[in-house]
């Protein structure tokens, strides 16, 4: 199993990024092949400030191997270094009809009523998407229900890719769902999925957040005043509760349903505490070592080269194909 899968470069896990895919992404490391890389070019499909943006790549490194990420077991490194993506993507892009872009709603969701004044590369972000997969001839890709339908996108590329051109080019690649991957949400509206842009940072844990702050969120988050039931049925309508349960759950490695027969009848002003108090044991560990490797730059750096180079000589048969396909000359 070759298993690929990209991170924005914000400079800072959340506690969503990391039990919704960087936990399973450790796990994975052990199962097979893996390539894991920030998505820097994906970043410049809207306004970045380039300092910045050189800053969150580094920081983001830094992150993922405090959180357990091993440059030793997996591949890890950024799209800018590693052309073929890039390349890959402008075949793609020649070969991708409009019209599946249309139905795209990751477009439509970003660009808001300022659609002219979106980039083109914004519209075509999919297309980078599927080349950063089909590039290593991954056989799955690990995604959350909001990806599905890009790597459909992907397969449906890759498909008339082979077709078109008379080749098997491309191998289509599978959705590798994680056992214990959790769908985080705001932590102040249960239906709403916790994001950076949020202008309260009380809506999200931040893997940087020190315990203090950590364990003041969890206790400001948004509750009901009804006590937890003893099974997750009962917390249908209840989107706070359920998002609450559901982050205990995943940071101590139980069932939703074995959280709620330990604290089935009793109120939140018992169950908060507790989960402020697993959230910094599991995180503190984390933050410690984050800030002890964001300081290192030339290390980081060192992380970025090797892994740039192991996937740049694993894509480069991939890329090559593609452009015989197409009957470009390259001898």
């Known amino acids: 199993m070759r298993t690929v899968s990209g991170i924005q470069p914000t400079g800072n896990l959340h506690l969503g990024n ?10 994975m490391q052990d199962e097979g092949e893996c390539l894991f890389f920030l998505a820097d070019l994906h970043a410049i499909t809207v306004h970045n400030d380039p300092a910045e943006l050189a800053a969150n790549c580094r920081e983001m490194v830094a992150a993922l191997v405090a959180a357990g990420v091993d440059p030793e077991k997996s591949i890890l490194f950024n799209q800018a270094r590693v052309p073929a993506h890039a390349e890959l993507a402008w075949m793609l892009i020649c070969n991708t009809p409009m019209g599946w872009l249309d139905r795209m709603t990751q477009f ?37 229900e909001d990806q599905k339908q890009h790597l459909e996108l992907a397969r449906d590329i890759a498909s008339k890719f082979n077709s ?30 916790r994001s950076k842009s949020d ?16 364990a003041r969120k969890f206790k400001k988050a ?51 505490p507790a989960l402020a108090d697993l959230a910094v044991s599991k995180l503190s560990p984390i933050r410690q070592r984050f800030e002890e490797l964001r300081k290192d730059q030339t290390a980081i750096d060192a992380i970025l080269r090797d892994g740039s180079e192991k996937a740049s000589v694993m894509a480069r048969p991939t890329v090559e194909a593609a452009y015989a396909a197409l009957g470009l000359l390259r001898n």
């Not at 078109?164 to 191998?171: C, K, M, P, Y």
């Not at 490695?253 to 330990?262: I, M, P, T, W």
Request: aromatic share 8%; proline share 6%; glycine share 8%.
């Open 18 to 27: 990391y039990l919704g895919a960087i936990k399973n992404w450790v796990k």
């Open 108 to 144: 439509k969701e970003k660009s808001g009523k300022h659609k002219q004044r979106a980039s083109l590369g914004l519209y075509g972000y999919p297309v980078l998407q599927a080349a950063d997969v089909l590039v290593y001839q991954a056989t799955h890709v690990p995604v959350g």
């Open 164 to 193: 078109d051109t008379g080749t098997e080019t491309f191998v289509l690649p599978e959705p590798f769902i994680g056992k214990t991957a959790a769908r985080i949400m705001s932590l102040r509206d249960g239906n709403a999925k």
């Open 199 to 214: 202008p309260s940072d009380l809506s999200r844990i931040n893997m940087s957040d020190d315990d203090e702050t950590i």
């Open 222 to 272: 948004k509750t009901d005043p009804e006590p937890l039931p003893d099974n997750m049925a009962d917390l249908a309508d209840r989107p706070e509760a359920r998002n609450l349960i559901g982050i205990y759950a995943a940071l101590a490695d139980q069932s939703q349903d074995a959280v709620l027969a330990e604290y089935a009848g009793k109120g939140f002003g018992d169950f908060k």
